[in-house]
């Protein structure tokens, strides 16, 4: 499962915390970090194996526990979201220049390049049990292939203009935000269901159709049983460690989210902060706060079975984290 990706919309904002990266625009058009930064990273496997890409397009194998990693792809572009198709061991990746390509999971080599109309994505979503893939590009176009037809377009309804495409169920339902709802689109079905009043970017849905949202420095839990917000939260107070004191002191500040997670019984959020929340789903009460990556992070994945949670951030480290 797919939860979150990289949300591009925070690089500029990267200059706040101390990774101290160079920065550069490639193409006039996206403004890169440093090229060891990993952009996305997704299972390859149940447990412990992952892939994870980098900004100057390498995509690599990472095992738990293992030093070192394996090099699967170097693609000369930028690579900013990735989905892993298990069956067909393939790759899916979104870059700046070529478009969408899908790669051989082992070897990296290029099988097919899918086109977008005018700019570049990304963004990817994928949901491999009803074979449905979904992006959208800068300029606000929204794409669904059906990956299981050999990446056939799926036709959107014209009242979902404007809204994009951000999960997919397991019964191939796909969640689109727009400026103050959800909808959601049982293409099979060709049927659109809105949820009214509900705002901020959709970065998850569990399996029962409870949603986590994002709006810059705030995430809330929507609740689909009470149809409304059960709660709204920040992160609170900024972690800051002092290395000469060898120390981390906090600041009474919040930063902005960048990408998380629902589970069973808890929620993750990862922000400008470095820092990792774990909540509770329920109650909204923090629990705990992991400090361990150097960077900010800038994507996480969940094991299927959710016992496992992987980080990535801009410093190029990896980090998993037992549930």
Not at 117 to 127: H, I, P, Q, R
Not at 287 to 292: G, K
Request: glycine share 8%; with cysteine.
């Amino acid at each position: 499962m797919k939860n979150s990706k990289l949300v591009i919309g925070f690089i500029f904002l990267v200059v706040y915390t101390s990774c101290r990266q160079q920065v550069s625009v490639k193409s006039g058009k996206l403004t890169g970090i440093n090229p060891v930064s990993y952009t996305d990273v997704v299972y390859k496997a149940e447990l412990d194996t992952v892939l994870a890409s980098t900004f100057d397009g390498k995509i690599y194998e990472i095992i738990n526990g293992r030093s070192g990693r394996n090099q699967i792809a170097a693609i000369e572009d930028e690579v900013y979201s990735m989905v892993y198709d298990f069956g067909q061991d393939r790759i899916i990746v979104a870059t700046l220049n070529s478009e969408i390509l899908v790669l051989d999971g082992e070897t990296g080599e290029t099988l097919r390049k899918i086109g977008l109309k005018e700019a570049w994505s990304y963004d990817l979503y994928y949901n491999e049990q009803v074979g449905i893939l979904c992006s959208y590009d800068v300029k606000g176009n929204s794409y669904v292939w059906n990956v299981k037809d050999n990446f056939n377009t799926l036709m959107i309804p014209t009242g979902l203009k404007g809204a994009l495409p951000r999960f997919i169920s397991e019964d191939g339902a796909v969640y689109f935000d727009g400026v103050s709802s959800i909808h959601v689109w049982k293409y099979l079905m060709n049927e659109v269901t809105e949820i009214e009043g509900v705002k901020g970017k959709l970065i998850d849905v569990d399996h029962e159709g409870n949603c986590l949202l994002f709006s810059n420095k705030q995430f809330a839990f929507y609740s689909k049983e009470t149809d409304d917000f059960r709660f709204q939260k920040r992160h609170p107070d900024w972690p800051m460690y002092i290395a000469d004191r060898d120390t981390t002191i906090y600041i009474p500040l919040s930063l902005h989210l960048i990408s998380g997670v629902l589970t069973e019984k808890h929620i993750y959020t990862c922000g400008l902060d470095k820092s990792i929340r774990k909540w509770d789903k329920l109650s909204g009460e923090l629990i705990e706060t992991f400090l361990q990556h150097p960077g900010t992070t800038s994507a996480v994945a969940l094991s299927e079975d959710e016992s496992q949670l992987v980080s990535v951030d801009l410093m190029g480290e990896v980090k998993f984290w037992d549930l």
